[in-house]
């Protein structure tokens, strides 16, 4: 009886050290990321003047003027610029994504390989190398200073990403569903709709969660295509309303900014968090 029972207190204390050391883990993780994020919170409540440390004793003095100076200066416009930005953005590369993501998963043809390794190594290539080329091309179209082009640029840049972790989700899924689908006189597009999309969702999720925060936080490419300050986006924005007189930047406005900036991002992630994780699990698969 004492031979039985030795193994299973062992056992027991192993997983009870394990418990604590991933207890110990995620209150360390959770303290290095949640420190940042609740400090800039609470430097947004204070003036200018307590942040840079010109009033001794000020640290606590609380006050909103920063985020009413934000809305004075029409940020809620800059905020509504990329919001609108950031979701057309998000949806418009889920949609390319899935409909490229589930060719290259289920058509074989020539140079498929060729084709999606050509996909992957653009992920590679940052964008600022091909900033140039790209405005030339959108200056072309006419699609300079406009929302639609800013869109359709986050829209590029993002498809790689997309394009992969589709391919892979649609690779995941057997393709014997498919096969049913298709002898009960289901089309292409009522099969995806219909059939695998409860299994692609997660995929579509991350392609989406990742265009739009790439699409909410980027700042080049909205300084370059856009001129005209009623449609800037809000990294933009946060640029003019942060300098006070003789150039000083006002670091209350910018940590107020950069709270506003935070919260979508934050809400995002943790509604789609199961989405994310499974949606990037899915690249594990090998096809």
Not at 128 to 151: C, E, F, H, K, W
Not at 243 to 251: D, I, K, L, P, S
Request: glycine content about 8%; some cysteine; aromatic content about 10%.
């Amino acid at each position: 009886m004492t031979a039985l029972t030795a193994p299973l207190s062992t056992a027991s204390s192993e997983s009870a050290v394990k418990r604590t050391l991933y207890l110990v883990g995620g209150l360390l993780a959770l303290v290095v990321f949640l420190t940042p994020l609740l400090w800039s919170v609470f430097r947004s409540v204070q003036p200018n003047a307590a942040i840079i440390g010109e009033q001794a004793g000020s640290f606590w003095q609380l006050t909103g003027e920063n985020f009413a100076g934000l809305v004075s200066a029409d940020l809620v416009r800059a905020v509504g610029n990329s919001l609108v930005v950031s979701v057309a953005s998000a949806v418009l590369t889920a949609v390319v994504a899935t409909m490229a993501g589930y060719g290259f998963a289920r058509f074989r043809f020539r140079g498929v390989l060729v084709l999606f390794g050509l996909v992957v190594v653009t992920m590679m290539v940052p964008f600022q190398a091909i900033l140039t080329p790209l405005y030339l091309q959108l200056n072309a179209m006419r699609l300079t200073d406009s929302l639609l082009g800013l869109v359709l640029f986050y829209t590029t840049v993002n498809l790689p990403f997309g394009v992969f972790v589709m391919r892979n989700a649609f690779a995941s899924v057997p393709r014997e569903l498919e096969d049913s689908a298709h002898v009960d006189g289901a089309g292409t597009v009522r099969i995806i709709v219909s059939v695998l999309r409860p299994l692609i969702v997660p995929g579509a999720a991350t392609a989406a969660l990742y265009a739009f925060l790439a699409s909410w936080t980027e700042f080049l490419g909205a300084l370059t295509f856009l001129t005209r300050q009623e449609l800037y986006t809000l990294p933009v924005a946060l640029v003019n309303v942060q300098q006070g007189a003789y150039g000083e930047v006002n670091f209350g406005f910018l940590v107020a900014g950069a709270v506003v900036a935070m919260i979508p991002c934050v809400v995002l992630y943790i509604a789609l968090q199961r989405f994310y994780v499974s949606g990037l699990a899915s690249g594990a698969v090998k096809g």
